[in-house]
């Protein structure tokens, strides 16, 4: 696909780009002044770009320029540009005499609160942002730079796919791309933001990196477009129907974010950069926390109902934990039986992973049990201690669920927790039954400190399911029923379910005033703070698929 070209003008019968008078005014360049001159034009053409036309359509669309969002990203005045004169050598089809500088693709580094980010950018204004062999290459030195220098990545993505005049040097470019995406993966913070359309092949580099923003209406991301849906299947759908920001963050869950308009998205991907670490081998920034350390939060024991049965917003304990009650929810739309979320606890960066109460009771199902694993695994790979907040009642039961893989999927949660060496911290607020229990940062998998609050209860199963188990038999032979099974209810309570139970056996570290579970946390995880831990020499797992 060709998209906007530079201006041009008419001359001996052919198209002649200005960016030709440019190089053609450089023989004419006497002395140092003169190349100066010379230089400083051509920069000033590649900034500007194609040509005003170009940039009206992009924002007719409701689109940035590539220049404009790299602005709103990074620091002003950081922008380091690379590889700002690059062209592309293709010949044929016309290539040869549209050969504007960047190549559709702005690269370079800046800082985002002074601290280092890479960032790369497709420029929709030339060949419609399609990736050909030169920009491939300039992303590939992008990449490359960031993983040595030990920095994030950021990929501002607005192209049309690989550039089909140049052929396959431009899917052997996608290659490169993933193969980086790959050998960065779990060293360096790697963000994708959508901005446009992201078609086929093209979409694999974002669902490599850790996170993927997306913009409603402007940002669409799919394997087989609409045209090729309808003439496979027959079914009639629209662009952002099929691979919108709304259907990628709610259903498919392949988009972390999705925000109305560039400006907040780009902001929101400031505020996620300011929470992680620059690399695999640094901590998350500190910043100062002018809430108290042992600031107690009374609120608690109204917000959560001491009846296992009644639905509560898992949101609101939250904002009582964190500092001024401020959290970056991620996957905030998909799986919402489960929370997954990062915040900071006096200053220090904390990820959090809670059971959500308010939405199918908070049980496991397969895309929770994905959704929590996946950012387990993150934190654990840039250093970022786990919180974990139960209050679960087991995993989802269901024909689906068991035909889906619940039992492959569920283990992939228990094997992200279990491999996590950094500190791994875990609260039972209410209720923790069952399998769901153990894989949800139990102490037997590894957590290194285990809380409870009074109104815990950590069983096998419910009180009614237990006592319908162990005694079927009286319950069937008892002249009432249902008093026997009343009775037997509150004797298994009382036996094996009592708020003290596990901590009498060394299963809890401590039941806890839920008022004091914040200062509980930052004593907790200063303690933590230097954990070490020897892991075996291999060259990787093998984690449930």
């Not at 193969?179 to 360096?188: E, Y």
Request: aromatic letters at 6%; proline letters at 5%.
């Amino acid at each position: 696909m060709v998209g906007c070209r530079s201006g041009r003008t008419l001359r001996e019968g052919r198209v002649v780009t200005v960016l030709d008078d440019i190089s053609r005014a450089s023989v004419e360049a006497a002395d140092a002044h003169g190349r100066v001159s010379e230089l400083q034009a051509i920069r000033e053409q590649a900034r500007r770009g194609p040509s005003e036309r170009a940039t009206e359509a992009q924002h007719a669309k409701g689109k940035l320029t590539a220049r404009e969002r790299i602005a709103l990203l990074l620091d002003e005045g950081s922008f380091k540009e690379v590889e700002q004169l690059r062209r592309h050598r293709a010949t044929g089809f016309g290539l040869e005499d549209k050969k504007p500088y960047t190549d559709g693709v702005v690269t370079g580094w800046g800082t985002v609160e002074g601290r280092t980010v890479f960032v790369y950018a497709h420029d929709f204004r030339i060949f419609g942002g399609a990736l050909g062999e030169a920009h491939a290459t300039k992303i590939h030195k992008v990449m490359d730079m960031a993983i040595a220098a030990g920095a994030p990545l950021v990929s501002l993505n607005d192209g049309a796919g690989a550039r089909i005049q140049e052929g396959v040097s431009a899917l052997a470019g996608y290659g490169g791309i993933f193969q980086r995406n790959t050998k960065a993966s779990g060293v360096i913070p790697q963000i994708s933001v959508m901005l446009g359309p992201c078609a086929g092949g093209a979409a694999y580099s974002p669902a490599l990196t850790d996170f993927v923003f997306m913009v409603r209406e402007t940002s669409q991301m799919f394997i087989t477009g609409p045209d090729v849906v309808r003439a496979v299947t027959g079914e009639e759908i629209t662009q952002n129907g099929l691979g919108g920001a709304d259907v990628h963050a709610e259903t498919s869950g392949v988009a972390h974010f999705a925000y109305d308009d560039e400006e907040t998205c780009i902001s929101e991907v400031r505020f996620l950069l300011s929470m992680l670490p620059q690399n695999n081998r640094q901590h998350p920034p500190s910043v100062p926390c002018a809430d108290p350390v042992d600031m107690r939060s009374d609120a608690l024991l109204d917000l959560v109902p001491i009846d296992g049965n009644r639905p509560y917003d898992m949101l609101k304990v939250i904002e009582e934990l964190v500092d001024d009650g401020e959290y970056m929810e991620v996957h905030g739309r998909w799986a919402r039986n489960i929370i997954c979320a990062l915040g900071r606890l006096n200053g220090e960066v904390v990820g959090i992973v809670a059971n959500q109460p308010g939405h199918l009771a908070g049980v496991l199902d397969i895309h929770a049990s994905e959704k929590a694993a996946r950012f387990v695994q993150l934190c654990d790979a840039f250093n970022i201690p786990i919180i974990t907040l139960l209050d679960v009642p087991g995993f989802l039961p269901g024909v689906d669920q068991e035909h889906g893989g619940i039992i492959r999927h569920g283990a992939k949660l228990l094997y992200a927790y279990c491999n996590a060496t950094v500190p791994r911290i875990s609260l039972v607020l209410r209720k923790a039954y069952g399998g769901a229990y153990i894989v949800m940062d139990s102490q037997s998998i590894g957590a290194d400190l285990t809380y409870a609050w009074p109104t815990n209860e950590i069983a096998v199963m419910g009180a009614e399911g237990a006592a319908n188990v162990i005694f079927r038999k009286q319950i069937a032979e008892s002249d009432d029923p249902e008093t026997t099974r009343a009775r037997m209810v509150k004797e298994y309570k009382a036996e094996l379910m009592h708020p003290y139970y596990a901590a009498e056996r060394g299963l809890v570290d401590d039941v806890i005033e839920p008022a004091e579970t914040r200062e509980v946390l930052v004593a907790a995880l200063a303690m933590l703070r230097n954990k070490h831990t020897d892991a075996p020499s291999r060259k990787h797992g093998n984690p449930p698929q």
